[in-house]
Nanobody
Framework: QVQLVESGGGLVQAGGSLRLSCAAS????????MGWYRQAPGKQRELVAR???????IYADSAKGRFTISRDYAKNTVTLQMNSLKPEDTAVYYC?????????WGQGTQVTVSS
């Protein structure tokens, strides 16, 4: 089992920045990918960014050029730096860890971007 705890959400004006952090504990040696997803009201959960065990990164088109994901393999943390935020970025952001083909999820952190 692995536990994921997110922090760093909040309210920000459009054009502003936020930094989300996620710390994993438990059976962390089994983690392959780590990443961030988000879910806006009435919408499906979607990928924001993901970093693989081998340092590869995947970004949603909406995140490219504005968001940066980074991972500290020694500390078992993953961070999402979000710049130039837009109202459409408003959502609950979830940290995810891929273990053995299954995603494990954090409790989520709210990000609200006001116009």
């Amino acid at each position: 089992q692995v536990q994921l705890v997110e922090s760093g959400g909040g309210l920000v004006q459009a054009g502003g920045s936020l930094r989300l952090s996620c710390a994993a504990s438990g059976i962390t040696f089994s983690i392959n990918d780590m990443g961030w997803y988000r879910q806006a009201p009435g919408k499906q959960r979607e990928l924001v960014a993901r970093v693989t065990r081998n340092f590869g990164t995947i970004y949603a088109d909406s995140a490219k050029g504005r968001f940066t994901i980074s991972r500290d393999y020694a500390k078992n943390t993953v961070t999402l730096q979000m710049n130039s935020l837009k109202p459409e970025d408003t959502a609950v952001y979830y940290c995810a860890a891929l273990i053995g083909g299954s995603d494990y999820w954090g409790q989520g952190t709210q990000v609200t971007v006001s116009s």
